[in-house]
């Protein structure tokens, strides 16, 4: 993981669920932000796939490494994800997250989820500044 200041380390720092998984934050710009993390065999479903589950939450909390880079505080009031195509075991997948628009305490987020080049998910998520 690479250090970065607060607000995004502390909370990534904190963010138990994501180095559960072996995530690792990248990078941290204005309202963006990347993180890596590799598909395990435990992630796979009955289909041979990685479950979605995972995919979004990889989304998930490049989403919120970015909401919260300028700070205060800042959670998710909604998202969706379209999987665009299947993830195996050994896949390594970044999850890019940028800003699209800002206004009073909400914010419009966009992620994309590549394996290399291919793109194998879109997340689009709204964020709420709290407190």
Same mark, same amino acid.
């Given at each position: 993981?690479?250090?970065?200041?607060?607000? $995004?380390?502390?909370?990534?720092?904190?963010?138990? %669920?994501? %180095?559960?998984?072996?995530?690792?934050?990248?990078?941290?710009?204005?309202?963006?932000? $990347? *993180?890596?993390?590799?598909?395990?065999?435990?992630m796979?479903?009955?289909h041979?796939?990685?479950?979605g589950?995972?995919?979004f939450?990889?989304?998930?909390t490049?989403?919120?490494? %970015?909401?919260?880079?300028?700070?205060?505080?800042?959670?998710?009031?909604?998202?969706?994800?379209?999987?665009?195509?299947?993830?195996?075991?050994?896949?390594?997948?970044?999850a890019?997250?940028?800003?699209?628009?800002?206004?009073?305490?909400?914010?419009?987020?966009?992620?994309?989820?590549?394996?290399?080049?291919?793109? *194998?998910?879109?997340?689009?998520?709204?964020?709420? $500044?709290?407190?």
């Amino acid at each position: 993981m690479v250090s970065y200041p607060d607000p $995004v380390a502390a909370m990534f720092e904190a963010d138990r %669920a994501s %180095a559960g998984l072996g995530m690792e934050l990248l990078e941290v710009g204005d309202a963006s932000a $990347v *993180v890596r993390m590799e598909i395990s065999q435990a992630m796979i479903n009955g289909h041979g796939i990685a479950h979605g589950g995972y995919v979004f939450m990889l989304a998930d909390t490049a989403f919120a490494c %970015a909401c919260n880079a300028r700070g205060p505080a800042t959670v998710a009031a909604g998202a969706d994800i379209s999987f665009i195509a299947p993830v195996r075991a050994g896949d390594v997948l970044v999850a890019g997250a940028a800003e699209r628009v800002r206004y009073g305490r909400s914010g419009i987020y966009d992620v994309t989820v590549r394996r290399g080049a291919e793109v *194998v998910a879109e997340f689009r998520g709204r964020a709420r $500044v709290i407190g």
